[in-house]
Structures are given as structure tokens and as C-alpha cells.
């Protein structure tokens, strides 16, 4: 009686570990797709192409989709969002999928 909860407890706490993973790997590529795109000038998908650069390199085994780098006028600000599912042990709803973004503002050279 006790051996199907110790095993559902195990596979919940794996599936908490993946589901770390694949938020650690998402908020690093977008923490470094930030700082590239922040960068004095830096072209317009220079952050979003080290993003993926970053994906393709710890996401090994997740699904990604681009990412996507967007400036914002208004603040003078560029934000760069990752998408990453998380591999699943376990049926979830919404597939898993996370995202992360970073908000930088846009470093400006001044006289």
C-alpha cells in the first residue's frame, strides 16, 4: 500500500526537477539575450539570436520556440521572451510550457 505513493512522491519531486530545469534554462537565455540586445549597438535581433544560441546549447532535449526580442519606445527599453516545455513524467495541462522574460533598458552613449 505504501509503495504507490513513495513511487508517486519520487516521480513528483523528478518532475519538479525538470520543471527547474527548463525554467533555470529559459530565464538564462533570456537574462543573456537581454544583456546582448542592451548593448550600445547592438542590431535589432542580436539579443534574440544569443538567446537562441544559449537554447541550443543547455536545451538540449526541450522544445523551444524562437525567441522573440521586442523594443520598447516608450521607455527606451528592450525586453527579450523565451519558450521552453518542460519534459514531462507526468500528463499536464497546458504542455508545460514556460516563459521567461527580461526587461533591460537600452544603454545610450552620451556626450
Given at each position: 500500500?505504501?509503495?504507490?505513493?513513495?513511487?508517486?512522491?519520487?516521480?513528483?519531486?523528478v518532475?519538479?526537477?525538470?520543471?527547474?530545469?527548463?525554467?533555470?534554462?529559459?530565464?538564462?537565455?533570456?537574462?543573456?539575450?537581454a544583456s546582448v540586445a542592451?548593448?550600445?549597438q547592438s542590431g535589432p535581433k542580436d539579443g534574440a539570436h544569443r538567446s537562441d544560441e544559449i537554447l541550443a546549447q543547455y536545451a538540449a532535449?526541450?522544445?523551444?520556440?524562437?525567441?522573440?526580442?521586442?523594443?520598447l519606445p516608450q521607455t527606451k527599453a528592450v525586453r527579450v521572451t523565451v519558450h521552453v516545455q518542460a519534459q514531462s513524467l507526468l500528463p499536464l495541462?497546458?504542455?508545460?510550457?514556460?516563459?521567461?522574460?527580461?526587461t533591460s533598458p537600452k544603454?545610450?552613449?552620451?556626450p
Amino acid at each position: 500500500m505504501v509503495f504507490p505513493v513513495v513511487l508517486l512522491l519520487i516521480m513528483l519531486v523528478v518532475q519538479g526537477m525538470l520543471w527547474w530545469w527548463a525554467r533555470t534554462v529559459a530565464l538564462t537565455a533570456a537574462r543573456d539575450g537581454a544583456s546582448v540586445a542592451r548593448s550600445y549597438q547592438s542590431g535589432p535581433k542580436d539579443g534574440a539570436h544569443r538567446s537562441d544560441e544559449i537554447l541550443a546549447q543547455y536545451a538540449a532535449g526541450l522544445k523551444t520556440t524562437p525567441s522573440v526580442e521586442t523594443q520598447l519606445p516608450q521607455t527606451k527599453a528592450v525586453r527579450v521572451t523565451v519558450h521552453v516545455q518542460a519534459q514531462s513524467l507526468l500528463p499536464l495541462p497546458g504542455g508545460g510550457w514556460i516563459t521567461s522574460s527580461v526587461t533591460s533598458p537600452k544603454e545610450a552613449w552620451l556626450p
